[in-house]
């Protein structure tokens, strides 16, 4: 997991449209550690990460599409990311163009609640601790709001990659449970 | 169960305070069925249900003292509750006096999920399918809002109330899972 060295900066503030909570624009920085086996260091790739809400809902189908999910409404993904209560993005950039490789939101009662949804890392971009960072710059973030309790509903596969993280399933017996309409 | 006889009914409007999604302020009333071996009738006592936020705050502590929940800070009760998607209150109305004796709320994106939180029912009206009703009212209202996916932690102790609901544990095998700052 040594490819990916993590360090945080703060980029300069961009112009968010329908932030609640996250006015500022923080952004962490995953860049090459100086003696990584990477591309060509000219090149100079760098994975950002990001709060912006205003994505391009189309690369964010992409994204998803990728991993297999099943498609949404984009009307309906719009308005889950404008009433999410923390929108996470991860971006490798190379000079000018940026490409989201990575994605996660968390609703919140903005107090004591927060549930994480739709983690999500594409294919090219997996197993090189990047889906740990984009959880750990999640929860920093939530953190920093001062929620007590995060939540979130894993898919069998992924239970371990949560558990590595410090979270735990069905502590004393607390169950999560599922209503659908019908 | 019988006891109580549920039936919908609209009351007028009521001026809500940082109503977000539910403007329209809804009640359905849980009142008396005719041949119930209630009170006295003429004492006309109802179960009202709303959706108002303007809660007294300490009447709301006082209920969650009632079932032994430990405090949470008025200031941050009062932010989860603005910022719920859903905040839903249940009533004993006897004549122009009212008492709070049933809550819960939810979260939600305004889209795909949402995560009920805080279910209580006043000991002194619990089993009399007060809590099924009060229920049955957040998911009515849930369902309204097109919301597909309704979820909830369940205490090990009310995993059968939530069960008898429709609710399903780990389906799929999808695990709740938590996270506590450290
Ligand atoms: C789940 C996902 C976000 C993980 O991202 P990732 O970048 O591959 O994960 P990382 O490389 O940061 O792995 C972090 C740790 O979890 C482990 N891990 C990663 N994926 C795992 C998995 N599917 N099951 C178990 N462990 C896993 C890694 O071994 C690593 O452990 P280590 O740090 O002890 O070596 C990514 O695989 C993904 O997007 N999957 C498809 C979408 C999905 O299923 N999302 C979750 C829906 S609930
Ligand atoms: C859980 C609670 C909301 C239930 O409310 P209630 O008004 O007593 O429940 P109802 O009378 O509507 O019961 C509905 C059904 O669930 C069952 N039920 C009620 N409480 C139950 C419990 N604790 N465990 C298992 N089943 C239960 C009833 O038998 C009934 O089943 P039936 O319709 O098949 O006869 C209430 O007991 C309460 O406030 N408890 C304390 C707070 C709490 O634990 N909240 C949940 C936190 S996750």
């Given amino acids: 997991m040594g ?12 112009t968010t449209s329908k932030t609640t909570s996250f006015e500022e624009q923080t952004a962490a920085s995953v860049g090459d550690s ?16 990001s709060t912006e809400r205003d994505l391009d809902l189309y690369e964010l189908e992409e994204l998803c599409d990728a991993v297999g999910w099943s498609r949404r409404p984009l009307r309906k993904v719009k308005k889950a990311i ?17 490409r989201l490789i990575g994605f996660a939101r968390a609703t919140s009662d903005h ?4 549930t994480i949804w739709d983690v ?26 001062e929620i007590s309790n995060v939540t979130l509903f894993a898919d069998p596969h992924v239970v371990d990659f949560y558990r590595s993280m410090g979270f735990m399933s069905d502590p004393e ?8 309409p019908h």
């Fill in 34 to 49: 100086p003696n990584s086996v990477s591309e060509a260091s000219s090149k100079e790739a760098r994975i950002v990460f």
């Fill in 120 to 145: 999500v890392v594409h294919p090219d971009f997996q197993s090189k601790g990047l889906g740990k960072a984009l959880m750990k710059y999640v929860l920093k973030k939530l953190r920093s709001e």
């Fill in 82 to 98: 404008e009433h999410s209560f923390l929108v996470a993005s991860m971006w490798q950039v190379r000079g000018n163009q940026r």
């Fill in 3 to 14: 490819f990916w060295k993590t360090w945080f900066s703060t980029s300069e503030s961009v």
């Fill in 111 to 114: 107090a004591f609640n927060a």
């Fill in 173 to 180: 017996g607390i169950k999560g449970m599922f209503w659908y």
